[in-house]
T-cell receptor, first 109, second 114 residues
């Protein structure tokens, strides 16, 4: 079945550092890909999405490109802030929704 | 405000005592689902519903029941909770099942079964 594998972390960065969180997927169909973010004590919120190959999703300085040839959807941000500290989930959705295990990011001042 | 609400947010109970976690959405979404979140495992789907009176099992349905009598509500029922059901539970909704739709999540219910 479909599945998502993401870098488990935890990841600790200094403010203004570059962020990459790797995500790869396996799917039999043509899923949409998502990154969700979970701040402490809250539910998941959509960060960005891409619905077809070569699409780039972007929001709040974060970006991810749907790469069908490498089955990847890596999350990047050029300069992280303390307020980006959260757990990030990569997910895919065809008929079912599948989540990665989550990556905890801590950004230190 | 468009939202998914869950109650209670925190619950501590004992083994075998039936409980219900409520979920409600005000976006007229057809699709609703329940997940549990456990460390290192991400989110795993328990049950989902594609519309009123239509429910189906997800990946980890054992020990849970659901019902969908109204479009907006999708309660999760634990008839006889056990300690291995201690977890963080999320309800989610979306306009439909298709992959293009994002899911909207509730704030979560942290359940402890002793």
């Amino acid at each position: 079945g479909d599945s998502v594998t993401q870098m488990e972390g935890p990841v600790t960065l200094s403010e203004e550092a570059f962020l990459t969180i790797n995500c790869t997927y396996t799917a039999t169909g043509y899923p949409s890909l998502f990154w969700y973010v979970q701040y402490p004590g809250e539910g998941l919120q959509l960060l960005l999405k891409a619905t077809k190959a070569d699409d780039k999703g972007s929001n709040k300085g974060f970006e991810a490109t749907y790469r069908k040839e490498t089955t990847s959807f890596h999350l990047e941000k050029g300069s992280v802030q303390v307020s980006d500290s959260a757990v990030y989930f990569c997910a895919l959705r065809d008929n079912d929704m599948r989540f990665g295990a989550g990556t905890r990011l801590t950004v230190k001042p | 405000e468009a939202q998914v609400t869950q109650n209670p947010r925190y619950l501590i109970t004992v083994t075998g005592k039936k409980l219900t976690v409520t979920c409600s959405q005000n976006m007229n979404h057809e699709y609703m689902s329940w997940y549990r979140q456990d460390p290192g495992l991400g989110l795993r789907q328990i049950y989902y519903s594609m519309n009123v009176e239509v429910t189906d099992k997800g990946d980890v349905p054992e020990g849970y029941k659901v019902s969908r009598k109204e479009k907006r509500n999708f309660p999760l029922i634990l008839e006889s909770p056990s300690p291995n059901q201690t977890s963080l539970y999320f309800c989610a909704s979306s306009p439909g099942l298709a992959g293009i739709y994002e899911q909207y999540f509730g704030p979560g219910t942290r359940l402890t079964v002793t």
